[in-house]
């Protein structure tokens, strides 16, 4: 019908298309006619690893189907090779798009256990594979005047997860990369969503009984990512949660607050704390500007 949406003449990148989240995607968007990027070295849950064949068998499937798309087995958390991604996309199919940020592993420990060079690397493949990626995407996407990006966030860095410090550091770190760069895309039509997906992958499965996991699935999750980067969307700098057909918007809000004249003392905040903290009438800011002009409007 008229109202279908579809990509077709649009090229789509998808990180670590190889498994769960990335994979459904890529189905998805090659479906309705995406040129796909299947980006995935392969490799462990932890990272460890890589295989060639995990990328390749997405494309199969892809192409099986009847679509189009292409394999690409670099790691986005290294510049080059990421860049390289971008490159694949543009030799094979001329351009690109759409750029869905999923790659991810875990390196789950509580705190005082963790090391810190798994804290970094968490941070390196989470935060720095969606910037190498999306960085080198951009000054193709603000030439065409069109782009959309999806970042994959988590609960996990919106709201704690026990044994995930460095994974929710990393996972709520794109949502500050996507609140700067939605202003800076804006004039360039390039939009820039957060996704916070639930869904029994590799990722989840020890979490949680088999038959929830199974129920779980994947591509109830990306028709929330197929419209984010559609001509349909129109929305930018928004978080959005997904998963077993639940969709739902999540935002920062900021309470109205206390103003203490002069020079506020430590008491003045204890005595207001609950005021401070109320947020039964609060405001969503769209910008780090309109929130100072708040703070300095009284
Ligand atoms: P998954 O483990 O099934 O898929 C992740 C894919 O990323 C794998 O195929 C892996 O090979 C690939 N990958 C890992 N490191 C990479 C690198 N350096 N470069 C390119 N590809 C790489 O896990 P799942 O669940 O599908 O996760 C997808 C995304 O969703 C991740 O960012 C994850 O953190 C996020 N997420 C998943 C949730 C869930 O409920 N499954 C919940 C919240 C977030």
Request: proline share 3%.
């Amino acid at each position: 019908s008229a109202m279908t949406i579809r990509f077709d003449n649009r090229v789509a990148i998808v990180t670590g298309a190889g498994n769960g989240l990335g994979r459904a995607h890529a189905l998805l968007l090659a479906s309705r006619g995406a040129k796909v990027v299947v980006n995935d070295p392969g490799g462990a849950r932890d990272g460890r690893g890589g295989d060639s064949a995990v990328a390749d068998k997405v494309v199969a499937e892809i192409k099986a189907a009847g679509g189009q798309a292409v394999a690409n087995y670099d790691s986005v958390a290294e510049q080059k090779a990421a860049a390289n991604i971008v490159k694949t996309a543009v030799d094979a199919f001329g351009t690109v798009d759409i750029v869905v940020n999923n790659a991810g592993i875990l390196r789950d420990k509580s705190f005082p256990n963790m090391s810190m060079d798994d804290f970094l690397l968490i941070l390196q493949v989470h935060l720095m594979g969606s910037v190498y990626v999306t960085h080198a995407a951009w000054p193709i996407l603000r030439e065409k005047a069109y782009g959309r990006i999806v970042l994959t966030s988590s609960s996990s860095g919106l709201y704690g997860n026990f044994g995930q410090t460095n994974y929710s550091a990393a996972k709520l770190s794109l949502v500050g990369f996507m609140n700067t760069l939605r202003l800076e895309g804006q004039k360039y039509n390039i939009l820039v969503n957060s996704l916070a997906p639930v869904a029994g992958t590799r990722m989840t499965e020890d979490l949680m009984p088999a038959e929830l996991i199974a129920r779980m699935k994947p591509e109830l999750v990306s028709p929330m990512v197929a419209y984010l980067c559609s001509e349909a969307c129109t929305r930018s700098g928004e978080i959005w949660a997904a998963g077993v057909g639940y969709f739902s918007r999540v935002e920062f809000r900021e309470g109205p607050g206390v103003r203490v004249a002069g020079q506020p003392t430590i008491e003045d905040v204890a005595a207001n704390i609950d005021k401070i903290a109320d947020l039964t009438t609060s405001t969503a800011y769209r910008t780090a500007n309109e929130e100072s002009q708040a703070v300095l409007a009284g």
